[in-house]
């Protein structure tokens, strides 16, 4: 059979259409799945936040207020240290590995511009946070930043909480969290490395021992009917009965205490449609010469007439980034839930 010479470039155009639009169609498929799932993970340590602004702006207010808000004291652990550790670079060398940095923020500023704060998560990275800040002048940022500077902090902060808790879900013990939920009624997601050493009537003890420091997580849990108000000193006096009766020191005369030399911290927060009294600060132990810091969740479980105490207190001697370990135990108490 013949076919003209006019059919065979007809059919050959069609078939470079078709080709052409295979292509088009998976290079497309292949963006929106680089996009949506298989970005790389965010780099740096919890704690860490790169700021991307104009050198110019490095002597005037807006650096005052940026290292104002990174290097805020973390709260209630022995040693100073800051809430955020600071990098600086200028927006010309914000590419390649830049990018991916989990806490990131960004300071944009034209007279142009108006004052606008944007949140971010996962643009560059999985497991990131960002916070956009546009001004158009150096007053106008200060003014700006101090009456979000609340949940800028949350928004970096929790982020990297919230990062910390989905890691902890990899690996955990199933027959660990099975237990907590049969005895006190809550879900919870306790880490690899911690075992039981404790566990009676009301209280149960998980510790985890790691090169001169130890984690541990407790719960306690009292009849809702014996408990009074729950101001801040009926709170630690709970806390100081079960911490004297259960968690004794090295000495056969000594236990834990609440530190009240120094105030602790308290706050309601509303975590997984809980709502939950948090109180912070140092304990220490009461005939012997140790101590840290700790972070304690109060939540009323009604259906069972219950108030529940979870607990994470963390002994690190010698390790200064005291800060860290505190973010660790935080990240287990944010898994919690009523089950």
């Given at each position: 059979?013949?076919?003209?010479k006019?059919?065979?470039?007809?059919?050959?155009?069609?078939?470079?259409?078709?080709?052409?639009?295979?292509?088009?169609?998976?290079?497309?498929?292949?963006?929106?799945?680089?996009?949506?799932?298989?970005k790389?993970?965010?780099?740096?340590?919890?704690?860490?936040?790169?700021?991307?602004?104009?050198?110019?702006?490095?002597?005037?207010?807006?650096?005052?207020?940026?290292?104002?808000?990174a290097?805020?004291?973390f709260?209630?652990?022995?040693?100073?240290?800051?809430?955020?550790?600071?990098t600086?670079?200028?927006?010309?060398n914000?590419?390649?590995?830049?990018?991916s940095?989990?806490?990131?923020?960004?300071?944009?500023?034209?007279?142009?511009?108006?004052?606008?704060?944007?949140?971010?998560?996962?643009?560059?990275?999985?497991?990131?946070?960002?916070?956009?800040?546009?001004?158009?002048?150096?007053?106008?940022?200060?003014?700006?930043?101090?009456?979000?500077?609340?949940?800028i902090?949350?928004?970096?902060?929790?982020?990297?909480?919230?990062?910390?808790?989905?890691?902890?879900?990899?690996?955990?013990?199933?027959?660990?969290?099975?237990?907590?939920?049969?005895?006190?009624?809550?879900?919870?997601?306790?880490?690899?490395?911690?075992?039981?050493?404790?566990?009676?009537?009301?209280?149960?003890?998980?510790?985890?021992?790691?090169?001169?420091?130890?984690?541990?997580?407790?719960?306690?849990e009292?009849?809702?009917?014996?408990?009074?108000?729950?101001?801040?000193n009926?709170l630690?006096?709970?806390?100081?009965?079960?911490?004297?009766?259960?968690?004794?020191?090295?000495n056969?005369?000594?236990?834990?205490?609440?530190?009240?030399?120094?105030?602790?911290?308290?706050?309601?927060?509303?975590?997984?449609e809980?709502?939950?009294?948090?109180?912070?600060?140092?304990?220490?132990?009461e005939?012997?010469?140790?101590?840290?810091?700790?972070?304690?969740?109060?939540?009323?479980d009604?259906?069972?007439?219950?108030?529940?105490?979870?607990?994470?207190?963390?002994?690190?001697?010698?390790?200064?980034?005291?800060?860290?370990?505190?973010?660790?135990m935080?990240?287990?108490?944010?898994?919690?839930r009523?089950?």
């Amino acid at each position: 059979m013949i076919i003209s010479k006019k059919y065979t470039i007809l059919i050959s155009r069609q078939l470079s259409f078709v080709v052409i639009l295979i292509v088009q169609v998976m290079f497309f498929a292949g963006c929106k799945t680089q996009s949506s799932s298989n970005k790389i993970r965010s780099i740096g340590a919890p704690g860490e936040l790169l700021v991307v602004m104009d050198p110019s702006l490095n002597t005037t207010l807006v650096k005052s207020v940026v290292v104002d808000f990174a290097t805020q004291e973390f709260p209630c652990i022995p040693q100073p240290e800051p809430t955020f550790r600071l990098t600086t670079i200028s927006p010309k060398n914000f590419e390649r590995h830049f990018k991916s940095y989990r806490n990131i923020l960004i300071l944009k500023h034209n007279l142009l511009n108006k004052e606008l704060i944007d949140y971010k998560t996962d643009v560059w990275a999985s497991n990131q946070q960002i916070v956009e800040v546009k001004f158009s002048g150096v007053e106008s940022f200060a003014k700006l930043f101090g009456e979000n500077r609340d949940q800028i902090f949350n928004h970096l902060y929790y982020g990297d909480i919230k990062t910390m808790t989905n890691a902890n879900k990899k690996g955990a013990d199933a027959a660990t969290k099975r237990y907590v939920s049969e005895k006190y009624h809550i879900d919870i997601t306790i880490p690899q490395g911690y075992r039981l050493v404790k566990d009676t009537l009301g209280f149960t003890w998980f510790r985890a021992d790691k090169l001169e420091t130890i984690q541990s997580v407790i719960f306690h849990e009292f009849d809702l009917d014996s408990v009074g108000s729950l101001n801040v000193n009926d709170l630690v006096t709970l806390r100081n009965y079960v911490t004297q009766k259960y968690v004794p020191g090295p000495n056969s005369d000594s236990y834990m205490i609440t530190e009240e030399r120094l105030p602790v911290q308290t706050r309601k927060i509303l975590n997984n449609e809980l709502d939950i009294i948090e109180i912070r600060g140092l304990w220490k132990v009461e005939g012997y010469f140790m101590g840290g810091p700790f972070v304690n969740y109060f939540i009323k479980d009604e259906h069972h007439n219950k108030l529940i105490m979870v607990e994470g207190f963390v002994y690190a001697p010698k390790k200064q980034n005291k800060a860290f370990y505190v973010r660790q135990m935080e990240s287990i108490l944010q898994s919690l839930r009523l089950s």
